[in-house]
DNA sequence: ATTAATTCGGACAAATTTGTCCTTTATTAT
DNA sequence: ATAATAAAGGACAAATTTGTCCGAATTAAT
């Protein structure tokens, strides 16, 4: 569904969500470690995130990531699926024509279309905060 | 969603179905050519669906692949997509978490959960034979 | 000012997926 | 039997994704 990336992306936000919340600001290494994801490659993930303002990010001791109550609201799990993984998941043909559509669709084109718009509608409704929520109360999990 | 690997099988074996449907056997060049996808790696694909005996093959001259009707009524959109891809699309948390489950969900899971299910639903009752009908209509395009 | 902590960014490396090429094998037609 | 045709299969190559490493830049605390 989503790249390794994105799922790192989404783990990381809803992380830095939660302790946001909490007032605290999260480094790389805690950040990866709470998603038990590779540090490194989650470095460039947070950045990407950063540059697309899903995140911030502050440099130096007690730096780290962090973000905003009102962005964690305002943000939804499409605008971290476009910035990785960009649009496919929502344009992308199921069977990976190029000129797929209503007036010219391929065979499985109606019977994806239904699928789609819901995952679509998901994501384009379901914000950061949401997300977070659960996961102090020990309601959701972000590693085993 | 799929890969390529997946998105060539389908395309392919509802080709040959409406081929197979005219009394037609169809050779990799043909198949290729008409689902616009690259020859030698098709080849690939379409061994590992006649080794899952989801299309048949047939060797030598006037040889090629063809798939019986009775198959191609049973046989149903998920088969082939274990086949290629695993099951990994109805397994996989929709966050990467190995242990992602009701009792230890992550944070999407709910969300996720009937979408999933319905794309199940939808690739485990759609079968080859029904997607190759629009076809030779010109109902439904395997490429552009 | 210096040092230490931390993200940024570039280059590289490994793994996976996608794609090609060529030889072998099976089958048909002559 | 022989030749021609078509898939099978193995080895290789290219592209993409995933992942690592290390120095540079920024900032806070002393």
């Excluded at 490659?41 to 001791?61: C, D, H, M, W, Y």
């Excluded at 997300?131 to 109360?137: D, P, R, V």
Aim: proline share 3%; aromatic share 6%.
């Amino acid at each position: 569904m989503f790249s390794r990336a994105c799922e790192y992306g989404i783990r990381a936000t809803i992380y830095i969500a939660g302790e946001s919340l909490e007032g605290r600001r999260v480094s790389l290494k805690a950040i990866a470690s709470e998603i038990d994801s590779p540090e490194a490659f989650t470095a460039k993930v947070l950045q990407l995130l950063a540059r697309n303002e899903i995140i911030e990010s502050v440099k130096g001791p007690s730096g780290g990531f962090e973000i905003s109550r009102k962005n964690m609201e305002k943000i939804k799990l499409s605008r971290i699926v476009s910035a990785i993984d960009g649009d496919s998941v929502y344009t992308r043909c199921g069977l990976g024509l190029k000129t797929c559509s209503e007036k010219h669709p391929c065979p499985v084109h109606f019977k994806f279309m239904d699928i789609r718009e819901s995952l679509r509608t998901m994501l384009e409704t379901t914000s950061i905060y949401e997300l977070s929520l659960g996961l102090n109360e020990g309601v959701g999990f972000l590693k085993k």
